[in-house]
Every structure is written in C-alpha cells, then in structure tokens.
C-alpha cells in the first residue's frame, strides 16, 4: 500500500481520521475480503518495507493525485485505529511531514467501511461522497 503526502501534524483528532490507501487493490477484492470475514490483509509492503503505507483523510487526495493519477477501480478504506491489532506510527517522511504506518498485517475488523474512489474525468481525484477532510 503506497501513501505519501502533506504533513497532518499528529493530533488525536488526525489519528482518528486515518485513512487506508490500498495501493492497485480493486474494490471487489475489499468487498470480497469483508463479505467473507478474512481475518488479515498482508500488502507486499510488509516484506519489503516492514509496514503498510497508510495517510489520513487530509493527505490521501494528494497521494492518489501522485501516485495513482488515471487509475480506476481502487477501493479507499476507513480505518478505525482504535481497532488495530498491529502498531500504527507517524513517521516523518523527508520534506513532506509526519505520515502513519501500519508496522504488520491490517485486521479486516477495524475497516469501518469501503468507498468506491474513482478518478474524475482529468484523471484526479475528489474525496467520496460522506467524507470531508476537516
């Protein structure tokens, strides 16, 4: 899962509001996966990286616009990270601020729900309907 962007400067409020940015996975997948009750979610990230890219509410238009301009059927999960199994940090990533990881697999019950998260018709994305960066 990839997720860069703007600083969100750390607040209970921000970590409240983390929002999981599922690199390349297709919302039928996270319908499926939820439908079904598996139980963990392991992106390749883990293995290679040690953590999933996650970014908050305010940072995740800015990291599709970045990282996947164009690209349809992706899937945008809200997280609850009161419900996380694994440890969720903010780590600072050079020139662009403080940015959360997931250090191990996500646990499927703490995705509250699953937008659909279209590109618009340049190729950029909006936040869904039911959702506002605060």
Request: glycine share 8%; hydrophobic share 40%; proline share 6%.
């Amino acid at each position: 899962v990839q997720a860069t962007g703007a600083s969100l400067g750390g607040s209970d409020a921000d970590l409240r509001r983390v929002q999981d940015w599922m690199q390349g996975e297709q919302l039928p997948y996270w319908k499926r996966q939820l439908r079904e009750r598996e139980d963990l979610y392991q992106h390749a990230s883990l293995a290679t990286e040690g953590f999933i890219h996650c970014s908050t509410l305010k940072q995740v238009v800015w990291v599709a616009d970045k990282f996947f301009r164009g690209q349809s059927e992706l899937a945008l999960l809200k997280i609850d990270p009161e419900r996380l199994w694994a440890e969720l940090r903010f780590d600072p990533v050079e020139g662009l601020g403080l940015f959360p990881h997931l250090y191990g697999s996500l646990n499927l019950d703490a995705v509250v729900q699953v937008f659909d998260f279209p590109p618009q018709p340049n190729g950029r994305f909006t936040l869904p309907e039911g959702l506002a960066a605060g």
